[in-house]
């Protein structure tokens, strides 16, 4: 009988699905952040992949003409969630500690595989992680080996709740780079906050600005075939056409299915010039029949091309709620996740954007100490972190605590690094604006140094 690697009963975290309101979730869990906002799907290619915006009621008019020649110099934040709790003491495992192979006689690494970590001479990269580990040799990537919050829950839904809004409230309904756009945002730019999935990545739920999802710039397009003919073109541009002739429609109605038409079709106009080079993945990024590459090959587009993004969401490839047959859903998902990533970097240092962009990568938890029965490990605490990009001091944050004395009462990894804190640093150090009013309490949550 084959295992799953998630033993939990599904808890898929309830996302903004446009058009189909909020899935339910777990009765008692909180709700994921965005619930409420109005969303409006600008319709894309027959099989319904489209750009939605989230918060739209709060606009007058939604303006992207030119949005690809609107040439910026903002920072970008990019961040990348490991679903599930990904196991840490894999990630970068203690090869130096006896107490490992004890803990994990089934699931331990080999002494000798993996790259040594240089800054704590206990641990090893995964092997799967290779690229990350030179990546890191370059000072590019600062890791945080034991990241987390006081009084750790380790329910899916709550604790991915807490790292989305920013704080240890289940009550929180906006996310906690939502309220950031909704402090230096704009209320004619969706695509300031991106989330690069099919729903709003709830980090991302504003209050008062509006923010969009997109598969990627090469599935946006009204075509239900890519190889559009002339003439399908010229019915697209008609169609545009006419929405752009009602726009000062008396009659409501029709004003919004013309503001809607004709957004629609320069935002095509906009994103298919982009996705054309991009169908393909490029070859410096891992091929797979997994979205993540392409849709990192797509972001680094959109931003070459100048527009206006500030923050952006997405998902890593795998699932981490590794209960069982841990070994081998680590081995490919790590080595497509980290492989992807590296490729993004180098693609942005090829085009000039390095100094623009990082990268911060996270978890929900990490995994017990101990393996469990089925060849995998439980829900655990403090898990690892990772911030990537040319601007990070690639320094080690925080430190492993160590399996001896660094383990809780129920055997889970103590937290050396609060979220919070890294979150009010990013805010501070890489956006210069002040963490307060969007980080709850953040002035009781010490800063690590981020940036070189």
Known sequence: MTRRACACDDFGRAHAVAGDGLPAIELGMPAPAGTGLTRRSFLAKGLGAALTVYGLDRLSVLDIDGLANAATNTRVLVSVFLDGGADSLSMLFPAADPLYYQYRPTLALPQSSGSAFGEDGRLHWHPSLTSLAQLHGEGKVSVIPAIGYTSPDKSHFTSRHYWEVGATDAGLATGWLGRYLDRVGSADNPLQGLSLDSRLQPALA??????????GPDRYTFAARRDATALET???DAVGELGAAHLGSRDRAIREVASASAQSHRLRRELQGLGAGIGQVPSSYPQSTNDFPRRLAGLAAMLSAGLPIRCAALKAPGMYDTHADQADELNTALKLTADSLVAFQRDLEARGLADRVLVHVWSEFGRRARENGSDGTDHGAAGLGLLMGSR??????GEF??????????GNL??????RGVYSAI??????TDAAGIIPGAASFARPALLR
């Open 392 to 397: 990070v001091h690639g320094r080690m944050i």
């Open 206 to 215: 504003t209050a008062k600005v509006p923010v969009a999802s997109i598969d």
């Open 427 to 432: 805010l501070e150090q890489w956006f210069d």
């Open 401 to 410: 605590p160590g399996l001896g004395g660094g383990l809780d009462e129920q």
């Open 234 to 236: 010229r019915i697209l």
């Open 414 to 419: 103590r937290a050396t690094a609060d979220f």
